[in-house]
Antibody, heavy 121, light 107 residues
Framework: EVQLVESGGGLVQPGGSLRLSCAAS????????MSWVRQAPGKGLEWVAN????????YYVDSVKGRFTISRDNAKSSLYLQMNSLRAEDTAVYYC??????????????WGQGTTVTVSS | DIQMTQSPSSVSASVGDRVTITCRAS??????LAWYQQKPGKAPKLLIF???SLQSGVPSRFSGSGSGTDFTLTISSLQPEDFATYYC?????????FGGGTKVEIK
């Protein structure tokens, strides 16, 4: 079964750091672009970042540039999001998603269940 | 950045109704548009990719059309399990962006 399982969310103070992980199974992880997408409470979806199969290309939404870093370990079939200098507006459910086999132009076809990040003092 | 505008923001409909949701891009995105369905407390689910291609396993009552800046998601005969929020997403250029969502509610 194709599956993505996120972990690492929690409560953190403003200015703090958190590292999210996403464990992939049931498919050849190293063959896919991967993304992080977040959803603030009661709000819509916001793409955060994605990373090429070999990690050579990474893209970010402007609001997290310089604070968040996406990375992957293909040997461990795992995706990561290092989040530093966290702000209240980063509070959201963070989803790990697989980009479509046809390429990033085709959307994201597999999603994890999400992990909740709350930034509050 | 490419802005995605969905309309309506919500729609009330009955089982069996035909429902149409529109999505407009602030600039041309060719056919690089995806549609997702999200139910409360759940992850989004890909319905349509490349504007009109049905994702595997998605019922044929869902269809997508459009190119350039104007796109449409149609549910031909609404079923009870279709009550959810629907999002469009442009995949033409970074940053990838989503529409604000359309909530399909029971009438």
């Amino acid at each position: 079964e194709v599956q993505l399982v996120e972990s690492g969310g929690g409560l953190v103070q403003p200015g703090g750091s958190l590292r999210l992980s996403c464990a992939a199974s049931g498919f050849t992880f190293s063959s896919y672009w991967m993304s992080w997408v977040r959803q603030a409470p009661g709000k819509g979806l916001e793409w955060v970042a994605n990373i090429k199969q070999d990690g050579s290309e990474k893209y970010y939404v402007d609001s997290v540039k310089g604070r968040f870093t996406i990375s992957r370990d293909n040997a461990k079939s795992s995706l990561y999001l290092q989040m530093n200098s966290l702000r209240a507006e980063d509070t959201a459910v963070y989803y790990c998603a697989r980009d479509h086999p046809g390429g990033i132009e085709y959307g994201m076809d597999v999603w994890g269940q999400g992990t909740t990040v709350t930034v509050s003092s | 950045d490419i802005q995605m505008t969905q309309s309506p923001s919500s729609v009330s409909a009955s089982v069996g109704d035909r429902v149409t949701i529109t999505c407009r891009a602030s600039q041309g995105i060719s056919s690089w548009l995806a549609w997702y369905q999200q139910k409360p407390g759940k992850a989004p689910k890909l319905l349509i990719f490349a504007a009109s291609s049905l994702q595997s396993g998605v019922p044929s009552r869902f269809s997508g059309s459009g190119s350039g800046t104007d796109f449409t998601l149609t549910i031909s005969s609404l079923q009870p399990e279709d009550f959810a929020t629907y999002y469009c997403q442009q995949a033409n250029s970074f940053p990838l962006t989503f529409g604000g969502g359309t909530k399909v509610e029971i009438k």
